[in-house]
């Protein structure tokens, strides 16, 4: 069984093709994403094609052939049969592998196992385990093997979400899913994945740097030392630094409005290190600016060189009258949105590949 280092869930979106794209070859090297695609809500046929081939095709790019999963988890029954055809293509030309799971309708599971088959890739089946192990779930897990027979590889994605305060029994949950689903099938590989970033609030940043228990690592470290559950080549998964459930937000690119506030995030061994930044006003660059400081300040940041994440931090801290900064600017290099998740998703992935190295 290989074992796979880091399965990263990253949505079908710009900043996080951006963000894969970004590191360096030797940590992409150690990364194997879960691609999947927002909601798409009531959007059919060609339009729905479009859209979906536009997006997927960034994702392309980037992946330059390295090996990644292609998923659409909030798909509708009726947008089935259309994103068959447009994933099968990636599949066939690409290194992208199919997705199912054992509560997919019937269609998809079927368009899945015949384009692992036809392409000769594995199929990836993704097991929502949201609470408590339900042991009618085992029987369902158990029929895609048999479907499977010898044409085609599985690999086994169990896929717990949120994995935050409110739910401390996880790793129980996650060893019960994995007694019952280890003896299944000859996987070819098994990962656990978890969402152990916070749902951030603007109380949360009143004081500065907020730091919040990375609850999805030690999740997984709790598995490896279980007796019940030790597998060496069990690879770990995340979602990155979203909460689980962002992943489940539509898509929409012309939306406007929302805080006036965001936040930059950092990775250490133990935390989420988060900072308020603006999105707009006269203040807007001497805050955010200081933002970035307060991150370089933290006793485990990793210096300006770890990754383009951290650069760009240290290029953000720089005061307006530094020869790098243009002379009378509101802040350039102080980013928006879309920067700040771009640049907190590649110091991530970069951190975890690395702690993952040194296991």
């Known amino acids: 069984m290989p074992r796979l280092l880091y399965v990263p869930v990253l949505p079908v979106r710009s900043h996080a093709a951006r963000a894969y794209r970004d590191l360096r070859p030797a940590v992409r090297d150690g990364v194997t994403p879960l691609w999947s695609l927002p909601p798409h809500p009531e959007a059919r046929g060609a339009s729905l094609a479009a859209a979906v081939r536009r997006e997927v095709a960034e994702v392309s790019r980037v992946q330059s052939g390295g090996p990644a999963w292609l998923d659409a988890p909030f798909a509708e029954e009726a947008q089935i049969p259309v994103l068959a055809e447009v994933f099968a293509a990636y599949v066939e030309f690409g290194a992208f592998r199919p997705v199912t799971g054992p509560l997919r309708p019937a269609a998809q599971q079927d368009a899945a196992f015949a384009t692992a088959a036809e392409y000769g890739r594995p199929l990836g089946v993704r097991v929502p385990v949201p609470g408590e192990w339900d ?25 717990l979400g949120g994995v935050l305060a409110g739910r401390p029994g996880a790793h129980k949950e996650a060893l019960r899913a994995l007694d ?145 900064v243009r002379t009378g600017s509101d802040g350039p290099g102080t980013g928006n949105a879309a920067t700040w998740l771009r640049v907190g998703t590649v110091q991530h992935m970069t951190h975890v590949v690395r702690s993952l190295a040194r296991i």
């Not at 979203?242 to 539509?250: C, E, M, S, V």
């Open 135 to 159: 042991h009618e779930l085992t029987e369902a897990v158990a029929r895609l093997p048999a479907r499977a027979g010898r044409a085609v590889e599985l690999d086994l994605l169990i896929d």
């Open 180 to 324: 019952a689903l280890l003896p299944l099938a000859d996987w070819r590989s098994v990962v656990t994945i978890g969402g152990g970033f916070p749902q951030v609030t603007a109380e949360m940043l009143d004081r500065g740097v907020r730091e919040e228990p990375r609850r999805d690592w030690q999740l997984w470290r709790e598995i490896r030392r279980n007796p019940a559950g030790r597998l060496a080549a069990l690879g770990f998964g995340d979602y990155g630094v979203q909460p689980a459930t962002a992943l489940a937000r539509p898509y929409r690119p012309d939306q406007r409005g929302g805080p006036d506030w965001g936040y930059l995030r950092y990775t250490t061994d133990r935390t989420f290190a988060l900072v308020k930044v603006l999105h707009s006003g006269p203040d807007r660059a001497r805050a955010n600016r200081e933002a970035a400081r307060a991150l370089l300040r933290l006793p485990d940041f990793r210096g300006a060189l770890a990754s383009s994440g951290e650069c760009w931090l240290r290029d953000c801290a720089r005061p307006l009258t530094h020869p790098a």
